[in-house]
């Protein structure tokens, strides 16, 4: 059949979307291991899970930088061996800490496994912290830290953390250069010892995924020798949010100022947390978002701006972030704030409201895309003992929400007195 392309393709809007879910079994000490199994490429993704975290740290910066320096060598290895042996295999190993955990990934072909798999099985139980790694990576920090300190989005990014958390709030600390030179490695060996063991962890692995595969999971991760007998307690830190509403960082050189705008809200759990992220991204959550089109695209004080719903453990929170030329800085939180309460005064057109019904159902789609992007969600809902039915309620949500639903929440929650503003730059 030959397509007649001058006819534009027909568009369905999903009712619903069925994605993959991870199934789950246990290795021999008890460690659960979720398996997204969805590719026909020799190829593996393994994430080991632990809740080792920033609100478990017990001084800043140690739960990014124990985790970051696991491959900076072991009892048997090297740093350069390490990354030698692991590469050679064509492997990959990355880590990343967020809020309540730390995880270690390992990305191989299915063939090279019974190979790779022994060093991270190393790097996981054997991680030695050496002294001279850990005085390079502080140093490469330091230098970085310097170099960011003169950026206002970054000055920015941080202060506002502050701000809307509080300062002794491990999320909301602002970190300091004399920080860096605080960290020891006997700090970090303990961390190890506490929080990197068989009973805290968790694996989710991703892509084509076969019986060898759990078997040899078992063999390197299933035993006692890497168990604790004492398990760590989960630190709890209450909000306590700035009372004062507007803040100004003045920097004389610079050249664009850094704008925060934004509130404590609550996290993925609330029931308004759906109908929030519909009305978000009307007003600065995709491309065609109310503030781009006014700020960037009708006004040209920016090249970008946007706005989101971060969502933690405890607590959650929105923003509006930019950059914007100095001296344009106050009349673009003038628009700001006349967006802000546009959505309060008139409800959002059929028309526009559609269309982000429809960016959002597509995004969600593309955000499902393959075995490791499945993994992620999947881990999305673990952290918050949610189930698959989280995604079927969001996709109702986007299915019925009205505009009046969302003119209520704007007058809930984006009232101008209710918001902290930050600007560090010139105004």
């Known amino acids: 059949m030959t397509l007649n392309r001058t006819i534009a393709p027909g568009f369905e809007t999903a009712e619903k979307i069925n994605i ?22 020799d190829l593996v993704k393994i994430e080991f899970w632990f809740p080792a975290g920033i609100m478990q740290q017990s001084a800043p910066l140690l739960a990014a930088t124990t985790n970051a320096m696991l491959i900076e060598g072991t009892k048997k290895y090297s740093a350069d061996e390490l990354a030698e042996k692991i590469d050679y295999y064509g ?40 002294k001279g790694q850990l005085d390079v990576f502080v140093q490469n920090k330091k230098q970085k830290y310097l170099v960011n300190e003169k950026k206002v989005n970054h000055v920015a990014r941080k202060k506002f953390s502050e701000l809307l958390l509080g300062e002794k709030h491990p999320c909301g600390y602002n970190i300091q250069l004399h920080d860096y030179d605080a960290l020891k490695t006997e700090q970090m060996q303990q961390f190890y010892k506490q929080f990197y063991t068989s009973d805290q962890c968790k694996i989710i692995i991703s892509g084509k995924i076969d019986k060898e595969l759990f078997q040899l999971l078992d063999y390197h991760f299933g035993g006692k020798d890497w168990h604790s007998k004492s398990l760590p307690k989960n630190n709890f830190s209450e ?82 972030s930019t950059e914007v030329g100095v001296d344009v800085c106050s009349k673009a939180l003038d628009e700001i704030y006349i967006e802000l309460q546009r959505l309060c005064d008139t409800p959002v057109g059929d028309e526009e409201l559609h269309l982000v019904k429809n960016y959002l159902m597509g995004s969600f789609m593309r955000s499902v895309d393959g075995p490791f992007a499945l993994a992620d969600k999947f881990k999305s809902l673990m952290e918050y003992e949610l189930k698959y039915d989280y995604y079927d309620r969001y996709f109702a949500t986007i299915k019925n929400c009205t505009a009046k639903q969302l003119q209520e929440l704007a007058n ?6 209710s918001m902290i503003e930050l600007v560090v730059g010139k105004k």
Request: positive net charge.
């Open 239 to 320: 909000v306590h949010s700035t009372k004062q509403n507007i803040h100004f960082l003045e920097r004389a050189d610079a050249l664009q100022s850094a704008i925060r705008i934004g509130k404590i809200l609550f996290n993925k759990k609330h029931p308004d947390f759906f109908p929030m992220q519909i009305l978000n991204t009307v007003l600065g959550g995709y491309f065609g978002s109310r503030l781009m089109s006014n700020i960037r695209e009708e006004k040209g004080y920016c090249y970008g701006i946007g706005s989101g719903l971060a969502s933690q453990q405890d607590t959650g929170y929105f923003y509006i």
């Open 91 to 130: 492997a990959f190993v990355e880590s990343g800490t967020a809020q309540n955990s730390s995880s270690f990934y390992l990305y191989t072909m299915n063939k090279h496994l019974s190979k790779t798999l022994p060093f991270v099985e190393d790097i996981l139980k054997n991680a030695t912290f050496p």
């Open 20 to 41: 993959l879910q991870a199934t789950s079994q246990k290795l021999s000490n008890e460690i659960p291991v979720y398996s997204i199994s969805a590719d026909t490429q």
């Open 412 to 417: 809930k929650y984006f009232q101008k007195d």
